[in-house]
């Protein structure tokens, strides 16, 4: 099978997920504000980076990733959506009830999570409409 072909298929937040608890399990802290990363502006102001920022910027990527995957239509992204949805619930469980996962970076992306379910949910009925056009007959 194509690789690419697999990610068409595979919910990418739920990897997310996944590299979430993978750090979380290598001991990294989401709650820690100290910088991996620190790099000065022109305007003086210093720019850090912390590990849940990462985090937040790697869920933005995949969400924009996720949206655009959601275009298609056909009936792959039935089963897609359905991965999607799964993905969300995990998300707002493992948020509620792990301790590791109850930080603002945790909710956010179980935000992101939920973003991507409605807005695939969303724009498959108005391609669906766009697709069928009913129009009278004559």
Known sequence: ????????????????????????YTGVDFNDPAKLFSQPLPSNAAWNLTSADIMIILGVI???????????T????ILEHVLSVIVFILF????LLVKSAGT???????????????????????????????????
């Open 62 to 72: 995949t969400l924009y990733i996720e949206l655009v995957k959601s275009v298609r």
């Open 1 to 24: 099978m194509n690789i690419l072909k697999l990610i068409t298929y595979i919910p990418l937040l739920g990897v997310l997920l996944i590299l979430y608890f993978l750090m979380v």
């Open 74 to 77: 056909g009936t792959d992204t």
């Open 104 to 138: 603002s970076t945790f909710f956010i992306l179980t935000l992101m999570s939920l973003v991507d379910v409605i807005a695939g949910f969303t724009i498959t009925v108005a391609s669906a409409r766009r697709d069928f056009n009913m129009s009278p007959p004559q």
């Open 92 to 95: 707002l469980v493992l948020f």
